[in-house]
């Protein structure tokens, strides 16, 4: 079977004021600017907590913060698709027997 290809746009996001070239799918693409203005946010409330750092160390820190946030909800993610899956099992069984 050949592989679709998978047509990807070229955007330009913007952080800390630095642009930054990136390809992204379709999906990707129209969320992007809800992630780039999270990402702000993110980076401002850090200079404004951190007013002594300069933006690298508050780049780095949002960088962390998200690392964290995205190893503590996937194990969560990964247990309810199981459960859902488990269930569909459950389901599927009663309605074949």
Same mark, same amino acid.
């Given at each position: 079977?050949? #592989?679709?290809?998978? #047509?990807? %746009?070229?955007?330009?996001?913007?952080?800390?004021?630095?642009?930054?070239?990136?390809?992204? +799918?379709?999906?990707?693409?129209?969320?992007?600017?809800?992630? #780039? %203005?999270? @990402? +702000?946010?993110?980076?401002?409330?850090?200079? /404004?907590?951190? =007013? &002594?750092? &300069?933006? *690298?160390?508050? /780049?780095?820190?949002? /960088?962390?913060? *998200?690392?964290?946030?995205? *190893?503590? %909800?996937?194990? =969560?993610?990964?247990?309810?698709? =199981?459960?859902?899956?488990? *269930? @569909? +099992?459950?389901? @599927?069984?009663?309605?074949?027997?």
């Amino acid at each position: 079977m050949a #592989e679709q290809e998978i #047509e990807l %746009k070229k955007l330009t996001i913007v952080l800390a004021g630095r642009s930054f070239p990136v390809k992204v +799918n379709k999906e990707e693409a129209r969320i992007l600017p809800l992630i #780039e %203005k999270d @990402l +702000n946010d993110q980076i401002r409330k850090m200079q /404004l907590s951190y =007013s &002594d750092r &300069d933006i *690298q160390d508050c /780049l780095s820190m949002v /960088l962390l913060t *998200q690392a964290i946030s995205t *190893q503590t %909800k996937e194990p =969560s993610i990964v247990t309810e698709i =199981s459960k859902k899956v488990d *269930q @569909l +099992n459950v389901d @599927l069984e009663s309605v074949l027997t």
